[in-house]
Nanobody
């Protein structure tokens, strides 16, 4: 089992920045992707960004160029730096990890961007 703890959400004005953190613990061997999904109000959950153990990153088109995902050298903590935030970035953000063929989710953290 993999446990994920996300943090760093909050309220920010449009154009501002926030940084989310996701700490993975437990049986982390074999994680092949870790990162963030989000669920805007009234919409389905969607990819934000993920990073592989080798450092390959994957970004949603809506956030590419504004958000940056990074990880610690131990690879167990991932950060999402969110800049130039827009009202449409308002969502519950979920830490995510994929280990072999299983998906793991952390509890969501609310990000609210006021216009």
């Amino acid at each position: 089992q993999v446990q994920l703890v996300g943090s760093g959400g909050g309220l920010v004005q449009a154009g501002g920045s926030l940084r989310l953190s996701c700490a993975a613990s437990g049986s982390t061997f074999g994680i092949n992707a870790i990162g963030w999904y989000r669920q805007p109000p009234g919409k389905q959950r969607e990819l934000v960004a993920t990073v592989s153990p080798g450092g390959n990153t994957n970004y949603a088109d809506l956030v590419r160029g504004r958000f940056t995902i990074s990880r610690t050298s131990a690879k167990n903590t991932v950060y999402l730096q969110m800049n130039s935030l827009k009202a449409e970035d308002t969502a519950v953000y979920y830490c995510y990890a994929r280990k072999f063929f299983d998906d793991y989710w952390g509890r969501g953290t609310q990000v609210t961007v006021s216009s």
